[in-house]
């Protein structure tokens, strides 16, 4: 009879262990496959992302919405929990304070990141569009291979990578190479060649660009230095008219109004276009558009982008509120009816916002709305709040539009945005989860890969081509919260950058963000956002940070006050308009007042929900 006490004394105490364990912190029910994992990790028997094995525990270890096709948040019966530490690494390593001589050595090794990729480009590539940075050479349209549509849509022969850079250089205070760029550009470059272009890149990137440093170099105030020209008379705003003009043909002979995705700007719409068109690339044109109207004076351009947007929103499902990713532009039926908040529809919802905030027509902040809305509704999986409470990290997953299942078990790196625009949108806390989140996923690998599988816990698409997602959140996030914890992630991402991506003439795609082998090209974004971000997040100082809020950024980063001759509508059915002060009014569910005082210079994040998130990604 003794061995039998003994057995149950030792059962009790096992059971004893387990409740300590279940009192102890959030449910995290893919913990014990992890724990399990990495032990075999340590013995010795490295687990291969391709192995049965590996897929079999990336299954078992995703959080409990991953089998839940459609589901909502987790549920904590039966999880394991994670027990405190008792010494916190997570505190000890980001709550540090962050010495005002540290944060200006970033900042100068942001610019000097900057003027390594700009300065390259303009020695081995201009006036050629990109810098291929590995042999320090040019890079144009591929003509060779009109298919090549990475490629093809975003060249055109018109120095991109240099138009793309002017506002940077404003930003970083640099007249003297802005000046001397600017009239590069006046004197070089002309949009009459024969290349077909993407309109979404072309409008982004150039049209965008032109507009933001005519803005900054006819502004009164003169924020950022002397950024005048002399003997300047709106070549810019001329030069930016001209190719708008050559897009308009994308949005004639489409029965729906949306426009075809790609022009050759000499001939127009090629023959035997495509009719299918991303949801992103037809409904983010109305912040470019809609500046160049308001400044010429002229309702066309912000017309047709307008109209799109209309079309693109009647065609939402009634079920769901949701949008598809790939719509057809003569039937407006949805070819691809993945509804998510990475590539094919990111923007689209960053610019209903935004051209709110530019324009005050209260229609685009009913519509912005109303699809956040939707997006809590269908597309967000996890516990309720980010920041107290059991279950799953939130993440916004992608779903079938119309009934709201889940599609596939993947995020891509565009997604990263989107705790950038929740800060916008005021909704702090949530944007902190998430970001976490990616953060998580950069400190395993050092990048984003392009996609990432959260069941498998593994890359899908493992390039990176030095996207700026992440470190825009991280700059907004710090703008919103002043916690020191994004600077030490602006860091890392910084020292990332420099450690894995820096090339001879330049900086590289990572090719493969485990192997960290390199691509040759460098896109302009990276001059226009990354080093942007990047440079904003550690100048404290900085003018845009002095003028109240007075900038707004587009998709592409670039820079634009916000003026009241934006404000002016240009046709007779005038749409209501919401005074500045009533946007806290209308947005009544805003999180932004739940970041408590405490919590500011503390982690933004509990430690404890960090740690789960780490270990959702595979990280610990």
């Known amino acids: 009879m003794q061995w039998r006490s003994l057995v149950l004394a030792l059962l009790a105490l096992r059971l004893a262990g387990q409740a300590l364990l279940w009192l102890a912190g959030p449910s995290l029910g893919f913990y014990y496959q992890q724990q399990q994992q990495q032990r075999r990790r340590l013995r010795g028997f490295p687990c291969q992302a391709s192995s049965p094995r590996c897929l079999t525990a990336g299954l078992a270890a995703a959080p409990h919405w991953a089998g839940g096709i459609g589901g909502g948040g987790g549920s904590p019966g039966g999880a394991l929990r994670l027990p405190l530490l008792a010494e916190d690494e997570y505190e000890q390593r980001y ?114 660009s032109l507009l933001s440093a005519h803005i900054i170099i006819t502004d009164a105030r003169q ?37 075809y995705p790609r ?22 044109l109305l912040v470019e558009f809609g500046i160049l109207s308001r400044l010429l004076g002229d309702s066309t351009f912000e017309w047709v982008a307008r109209r799109a947007v209309k079309a693109l929103w009647s065609l939402r499902s009634n079920d769901t509120g949701l949008l598809g990713n790939v719509v057809n532009i003569q039937t407006g039926q949805w070819v691809g009816k993945q509804s998510g908040l990475g590539a094919g529809l990111d923007s689209f919802y960053e610019y209903l916002l935004k051209s709110y905030i530019l324009f005050g027509e209260k229609e685009d902040l009913e519509m912005f709305n109303d699809a956040y809305q939707s997006i809590q509704n269908h597309l967000r999986r996890g516990r309720e709040a980010c920041n107290e409470g059991e279950g799953d990290p939130p993440l916004y997953v992608n779903v079938n539009m119309f009934s709201g299942q889940l599609m596939n078990t993947w995020i ?38 392009e996609r990432y599988n959260w069941q498998l816990q593994a890359p899908d698409v493992l390039f990176y081509p030095l996207r700026p997602e992440l470190v825009e959140s ?36 990572l090719h493969h963000v485990i192997e960290k082998s390199k691509e040759d090209r460098m896109e302009s974004f990276f001059l226009s956002e990354t080093c942007k971000y990047l ?86």
């Open 95 to 208: 709550s540090r304070a962050f010495p005002a001589q540290l944060r200006a050595q970033l900042r100068d090794a942001a610019r000097g990141m900057f003027a390594f990729g700009y300065d390259n480009y303009m020695e081995h590539a201009f006036p050629q569009d990109e810098l291929n940075p590995i042999e320090c050479r040019g890079r144009g349209p591929d003509t060779a291979d009109p298919s090549n549509l990475n490629i093809n849509d975003v060249l055109g022969n018109y120095s991109l990578t240099l138009i793309d850079a002017l506002d940077t250089l404003a930003v970083m205070g640099n007249s003297s190479e802005f000046q001397k760029a600017v009239k590069l550009v006046i004197d070089t470059v002309s949009f009459d060649t024969d290349s077909t272009v993407q309109v979404f890149e072309a409008t982004i990137r150039v049209l965008g």
């Open 223 to 259: 924020p950022f230095g002397d950024m005048s020209i002399k003997d300047y008379d709106n070549e810019l705003l001329h030069m930016a008219h001209d190719l708008a003009v050559r897009l308009l043909p994308a949005f004639e002979n489409t029965k729906t109004g949306i426009p």
């Open 263 to 284: 022009v050759n700007l000499r001939t127009g719409v090629p023959s035997g276009s495509n009719n299918e068109t991303c949801t992103a690339g037809a409904g983010s």
């Open 412 to 449: 891509d790196s565009l997604q990263a945005f989107f705790p950038g625009l929740q800060v916008l949108k005021g909704d702090v806390e949530d944007a902190i989860c998430l970001h976490a989140f990616y953060y998580a996923i950069w400190k395993r690998y050092g990048a984003l890969p």
């Open 474 to 509: 991280t700059y907004l996030l710090y703008q919103a919260t002043k916690n020191p914890f994004y600077l030490h992630v602006g860091m890392d991402i910084l020292q990332s950058l420099e450690k894995y991506t820096k090339a001879k003439c330049g900086y590289a795609t």
């Open 535 to 620: 440079f904003l997040l550690f100048d404290e100082e900085n003018p845009v940070h002095k003028s109240g809020n007075r900038y707004m950024f587009t998709t592409e980063g670039h820079i634009v006050s916000l003026d009241k001759r934006l404000r002016v509508s240009l046709w007779q059915d005038k749409t209501e308009k919401l005074k500045p002060n009533e946007l806290r009014a209308v947005n009544s569910t805003s999180n932004c007042n739940r970041v408590p005082d405490e919590r500011r210079y503390l982690l933004p994040l509990k430690s404890i929900y960090m740690r789960q998130i780490d270990q959702m990604v595979g990280l610990i």
